[in-house]
């Protein structure tokens, strides 16, 4: 068996909080292999886009760092790498199509001039020649009338376009890793099946493994070959998309998959309202109290629960799960 593309190890990321650090993702290891789509779920304020900003040494300090564990890329631990290895890294190697193009381009410079700086960056080519690779990667990621697009500023473009010009500059290079976060945040049904008929092409192109981080399950059974729940900062489940969505194991993923209402009910079976999961993610400087982080707003929870925080257990073929109550049913 092949090493992985990407490993990570006991990562821990710590944040600053007026005099006290707390570590607002802890414990957590996943590996990533070649081609693979791997599914990051779980609500706003779990840690997902800050571990993907890990991934790249982007975690913004002050106040945050990587407090400890491995990021290995290839081999190479990216933590405490100089920011010139990093740079050779970024956009070339791992890119990342971040959660709102509208902030993350550059609104005073031409999309083709954002496209073509990557390829100037990292491949050396002349002014001609990256904007030659500029106009092809939006001909490649379905923009029309790429040769006039890419004099327009972000302002001019749709929500739609400009999402498919952030795509474009992190595929300039045609990186081993795609890190995409919430890539098809407020855009239409319509829209976000283009974007990932699109992701899936552009895979079977270049071969890139990707980073999926949504909130949305149904994204992650369409898309994904394997999926990671992360809750309060840690992975409290993974396994095959399948298993996932089958079967899923901790009370946190039972509750994210009925919250989506099924196109096989009918509107009588409806419930009304859709369920919801009570109570609210921990606020950061809850995190690390004794027990079960989930344990307030489970159904399930029983006084272990509220005193010992369940460590992470294998429970089949690549399957794992972080809950006492698995651990009652197995016995």
């Known amino acids: 068996m092949s090493a992985p593309l990407l490993s990570v190890r006991d990562l821990e990321i710590s944040f600053r909080l007026g005099t006290e650090e ?4 802890r414990d957590l290891s996943f590996d990533l292999g070649e081609g693979e789509t791997l599914g990051i779920v779980g609500e706003s304020g779990c840690g997902k886009s800050i571990t993907a900003l890990s991934l790249l040494g982007l975690v913004p300090n002050p106040p ?3 407090s400890a564990g491995q990021i290995l890329f290839q081999g190479q631990d990216l933590v405490g790498a100089s920011e010139e290895q990093l740079n ?3 956009g070339n190697e791992i890119s990342m199509v971040f959660q709102e193009p509208m902030t993350s381009l550059n609104p005073v410079y031409t999309v083709g001039e954002q496209i073509a700086e990557t390829a100037r960056v990292h491949f050396g080519s002349s002014r001609a020649e990256a904007w030659d690779r500029a106009i092809e990667m939006l001909k490649l ?11 327009n500023f972000p302002h001019q473009l749709s929500g739609g376009m400009r999402q498919r010009v952030m795509i474009a500059i992190a595929l300039v290079c045609e990186p081993k890793i795609l890190i995409a976060d919430e890539p098809t945040t407020a855009l239409d049904v319509t829209v976000q099946a283009q974007i990932f008929d699109l992701f899936r092409e552009l895979q079977d192109k270049i071969g890139a493994a990707i980073i999926l981080i949504t909130h949305d399950i149904g994204v992650v059974a369409q898309m994904t070959n394997r999926v990671m729940v992360m809750y309060a900062g840690r992975k409290i489940e ?4 399948a298993g996932f969505i089958r079967d899923p194991r901790h009370p946190y993923t039972r509750g994210l998959i009925s ?4 196109l096989s009910m009918s509107p009588s079976d409806m419930p009304d309202p859709l369920f919801e999961i009570p109570g609210v993610v921990p606020a950061p400087r809850e995190l690390g109290a004794p027990g079960c982080a989930f344990a307030p707003r489970c159904p399930h929870a029983m006084q272990r629960c509220r005193v010992q925080d369940p ?3 294998r429970i089949g ?5 972080a809950c006492w109550l698995e651990e009652e049913v197995a016995a």
């Open 238 to 241: 993974e396994g095959p998309v």
């Open 259 to 262: 919250c989506i209402p099924r």
């Open 22 to 25: 707390t570590a607002v993702v």
């Open 317 to 321: 073929e690549g399957r794992a799960v």
């Open 311 to 313: 460590a992470l257990s």
């Open 88 to 90: 050779r890294i970024r």
């Open 141 to 151: 990621v379905g923009i029309p009338s790429p040769e006039q697009r890419a004099h």
């Open 64 to 66: 945050g760092r990587v």
